[in-house]
């Protein structure tokens, strides 16, 4: 057993501030600056802020219009630098037992058994080929089937993916029990524990981006767009309002603000939704991996105007809330009393889209349970006395900072959207996936009779057909006298 750390380093010490400094310390501090250099130093850090929020905002529209591979490439840096970030952190909760560790078993000793950061890092790249390869299958199957050299490399991958992951993580799991050591097991598998934890809470939900991403750019921006606006709207109503406070792990939110926040977001959603579902570029779905490629397709009902009334208005929001309105409205009480009231208001008609009302309850989720996702980390950063995650963004923080809220909100988002909005719908991407699970000789089936039914609506040449028709044949005898061979053998 590793003897219990001495808490020397005052960044982990429990009676340090959140500074890092302790009370002996802050009594021999120099004397507070004065109202002009704190004056000076708010204008300084309000420019510094100021400026990375327009870098970062002009960043993020240059990878809107560039498309959604680009968008793609940003999210994976994005997730490499949040984890880079906490692969950091878990070193320095764990830098008394790896000194103590050093010491005992030596330099060489103490690199050969702990999990460091190479190991850390594979099990990232790991993580990374399961989630996105699984995420972009099918627009990948586009692309290489579209030469038979993509077709043949790739085509096995393809097939046997979750496999190939399974197999690659069994690997580094048998390496790290490999390099297990004696005396050190609660060091390394505390490092362990935190490269898990890291990746199952902040990588893989965040990954959920990439499938809203390649379902339609809105399912990303307009996501992404109400959390930022719910932190705009509950700062303002907070800083003008509040005087009731929220939490404790938070002392500046405030009731007002957290209110003051979701009406903001709730209106702000159904005029944001309206105006993005007008262009096709974000409406559309990407169905395979070109780049700076325009998007044209016919739009969706779901973002189309209709006509409502407020009768027909309970079955635009998903089930079971009709059910439960439709209860309500037969067995609530005073129903007796609101029933005369509600039929006369029955007969009101407006103009909207039906991906408006689903916005609506995107913004009620960004606005009362994604900012838990910021509560989280605020309780996170207070247990080890920090103020932030990094500093990668100037003025911000690090980029944990700014996407605490914004994980939760991507596993939402891809969870609302395939349960409640997607359709079952057939695009070559999904044919294929499926075609590859096929045997040969039931692939050479399908190809054939493909062909018949092309040639039936004339839209490739009797000889062509003919002569596929043949070599498929002739192909598939080839691989039945094949397995007659290797069966006698």
């Known amino acids: 057993m590793l003897p219990q750390p001495s808490n020397s380093n005052h960044a982990y010490d429990s009676d340090a501030n959140m500074d890092g400094r302790t009370d002996d310390e802050q009594e021999h501090q120099e004397p507070p600056a004065s109202k002009e250099q704190q004056r000076v130093s708010k204008i300084r850090s309000f420019r510094i802020r100021t400026v990375s929020t327009v870098v970062l905002i002009g960043s993020f529209l240059g990878f809107i219009w560039s498309g959604h591979v680009p968008l793609m490439f ?70 290489i089937t579209s030469s038979a050299k993509l077709a043949h490399l790739f085509g096995w991958i393809m097939r046997r993916h979750s496999l190939i992951a399974y197999s690659l993580y069994t690997a580094g799991f048998v390496t790290f029990v490999l390099r297990l050591q004696k005396r050190m097991y609660t060091y390394q598998f505390a490092q362990y524990a935190w490269t898990h934890m890291i990746l199952l809470v902040v990588f893989i939900p965040s990954s959920f981006f990439v499938s809203n991403i390649f379902d339609g750019l809105m399912w990303f921006l307009l996501p992404c767009s109400l959390v930022i606006i719910n932190d705009i709207g509950a700062y303002l109503f907070g800083m003008c309002f509040g005087h009731r406070k929220l939490i404790q792990l938070s002392p500046k939110k405030t009731w007002e603000g957290f209110i003051g926040g979701c009406l903001t ?12 579902s007008r262009f096709k570029w974000m409406t559309c779905p990407r169905t395979d991996l070109s780049v700076y490629s325009w998007l044209d397709c016919e739009p969706d009902d779901l973002y189309k105007l209709r006509m409502y009334s407020l009768h027909e208005l309970q079955d635009s929001f998903p089930h079971p809330i009709p059910d439960y309105l439709d209860y309500w409205r037969q067995h609530g009480p005073l129903m007796q009393y609101l029933s005369p009231l509600l039929s006369a208001l029955g007969n009101f008609s407006f103009i909207a889209r039906p991906m408006q009302f689903h916005a609506v309850v995107l913004a009620a989720f960004a606005s009362i349970i994604a900012p838990f996702g910021g509560f989280f980390a605020s309780g996170f950063k207070r247990g080890f006395k920090i103020k932030d995650f990094g500093d990668s963004i100037p003025g911000h923080g690090g980029m944990t900072d700014r996407m605490d809220c914004q ?56 000889e062509f057909v003919h002569d596929i028709t043949e070599t498929i044949k002739a192909r598939a005898n080839a691989l039945s006298s094949g397995r007659i061979c290797n069966a006698s053998l």
Request: charged share 15%; aromatic share 16%.
């Open 265 to 276: 977001t709730v209106v702000a959603s159904w005029y944001l939704a309206g105006f993005l």
């Open 74 to 143: 940003m999210i994976f840096c994005i997730q490499f630098a949040m984890v880079r970030e906490l692969f950091r952190l878990a070193q320095k909760a764990q830098q008394e037992y790896a000194i103590i560790a050093e010491q005992r078993h030596g330099r060489r000793g103490f690199r050969k058994a702990k999990l460091g950061y190479s190991q850390q890092w594979y099990f990232f790249a790991v993580a990374a080929f399961w989630m996105y390869l699984r995420f972009v299958k099918n627009q990948l199957v586009v692309e």
């Open 407 to 462: 994980i939760v909100m991507a596993t939402f988002g891809y969870l609302y959207f395939n349960n409640y909005v997607a359709r079952e719908t057939l695009a070559v991407g999904g044919v294929l996936t499926s075609m590859l699970q096929l045997g040969p000789d039931q692939q050479l089936e399908l190809f054939s009779k493909l062909a018949n039914i092309l040639a039936g609506d004339e839209l490739l040449p009797e």
